[in-house]
């Protein structure tokens, strides 16, 4: 058995990236410990000099007047659930729509591949007037229609379905599943959605983050304060003539709870779906 023994430059450049590492994980945690903190803080702590990690002392009382004054279970609900709907038909629509890309020759493809790839660069603002304009006209203003339609069928993930497509599934098994006299359904149904089920846990994390996180959106179509999402809420209280962080902090506390779980359930799925490809056997 051979010891492999690392070299002073190798030990140099291993110390050089745990140290960057550890210094990149504090910065992006940094913001949710102190969120958290903060939370369980009075708000007159909140900003005091020098700042404190542990409370003292420790109050629930911001999360009681945040669900006692506020309607922030209607907030959740409306954001968890257009979210989760928006998640469940934009991954069907984008593994379906990629599959058609990536497998299908018909006339017009690479155009409307071109034209489907090319609107990622349009921001969604260019386009948020005359979608709300078309939205009213429709009649379909509704929030539980209207802050899901958006979402359902994004460039990005048909794009990444159909890239993850061509590399990962070949030709053959679709013949060979065409043989057998499986219809195409069946044969995207049956055989293509199980193969996929990496990129898609990729995609439906992406996708809940996307609609989750809405902001502009929900703002230009909802009036009904009781119909606001999380983050339109939380913005009245952040908004509002007091400035009620100690409320808005413990709201964010609570808004993160999803997304962490989200990301908990699906992390097995999500690394393998972004290292698919990356290395070639």
């Known amino acids: 058995m051979t ?4 070299t002073p ?16 994980l504090v910065v992006f945690i940094a913001p949710l410990v102190w969120a ?24 629930a009382e ?21 979210a989760l709907i928006a998640t469940v038909i934009s991954v069907f629509v984008c593994a379906l729509a990629g599959y058609g890309f990536a497998k299908f020759r018909f006339r017009g493809r690479r155009v409307l591949f071109t034209i489907m790839f090319s609107s990622l660069s349009i921001p969604f603002a260019v ?28 460039a990005f993930g048909i794009f990444m379905m159909q890239q993850f497509i061509v590399q990962s599934i070949p030709d053959d098994i679709i013949e060979a599943a065409r043989i057998d006299g ?22 439906a994390v992406w996708s809940f983050l996307q609609t989750y996180n809405s902001f502009l959106w929900p703002l230009v179509l909802i009036s009904d304060q009781d119909q606001y999402t999380l983050p339109l809420g939380l913005n009245i209280l952040f ?23 989200v990301f908990i359930l699906l992390r ?13 056997g």
Do not use: C, H
């Open 36 to 59: 958290i903190s903060g939370s369980f803080k009075s708000r007159g702590d909140i900003f005091e000099t020098p700042p404190r990690l542990i409370p003292g002392p420790i109050t």
């Open 127 to 154: 386009i948020l007037v005359p979608l709300f304009i078309l939205v009213v006209k429709s009649g379909l203003q509704t929030p539980w229609f209207s802050l899901i339609v958006p979402w359902v069928a994004p």
């Open 268 to 280: 097995k799925q999500l690394l393998e779906g972004l290292t698919a490809g990356a290395v070639k």
């Open 182 to 203: 499986t219809t195409e359904f069946g044969t995207f149904w049956r055989i293509v959605l199980p193969l996929l089920r990496p990129s898609l846990g990729a995609l």
């Open 239 to 261: 908004a509002s003539e007091n400035r009620s962080y100690d409320l808005v902090l413990a709201g964010a506390v609570l808004a993160s709870i999803p997304t962490i779980l």
């Open 3 to 6: 010891t492999t023994i690392a």
């Open 62 to 82: 911001n999360y009681a007047n945040l669900l006692g004054s506020q309607p922030f279970f209607a907030w959740f609900g409306m954001s968890v659930g257009t």
């Open 9 to 24: 430059a190798a030990r140099v450049r291993r110390g050089l990236l745990y140290t960057t590492l550890v210094a990149l």
